[in-house]
């Protein structure tokens, strides 16, 4: 069985930091690439970035190059987003999920974490 739990999230000021983490399970990790989504209030699932299964090929998505940076540990099956100079249009529920974007996507996805940045 698949599984993603998301975890990090929380309530921060604008040009504050979190670190989010998807612990995944039920496939193997190591051997496919990964991606960060969020889902704003009343918005579209978008993607975020995504890495390569072994880390060295990596994307963002415009509105959050240069201030978030994906990662992962493969021996903990675990992804990582480190998320600083945080601004409000940040604001959202962040999942995560397996493959480069909807390529390789599973049909199973997590519960996912709120982020929330206000001041």
């Known amino acids: 069985q698949v599984q993603f739990v998301e975890s990090g999230g929380g309530l921060v000021k604008p040009g504050g930091s979190l670190r989010l983490s998807c612990a995944a399970s039920?496939?193997?990790?190591?051997?496919?690439?990964m991606t960060w989504y969020r889902q704003g209030p009343g918005k579209e699932r978008e993607s975020v970035a995504a890495?390569?299964?072994?880390?060295?090929?990596?994307t963002y998505v415009a509105s959050v190059k240069g201030r978030f940076t994906i990662s992962r540990d493969n021996a903990k099956n675990t992804l990582y987003l480190q998320m600083n100079s945080l601004k409000t249009e940040d604001t959202a529920v962040y999942y995560c999920?397996?493959?480069?974007?909807?390529?390789?996507?599973?049909?199973?996805w997590g519960q996912g974490t709120q982020v929330t940045v206000s001041s």
């Open positions: 890495i390569g299964s072994d880390g060295s090929t990596i």
């Open positions: 999920n397996s493959g480069w974007g909807t390529i390789g996507q599973s049909a199973i």
């Open positions: 039920g496939f193997a990790f190591r051997g496919r690439a």
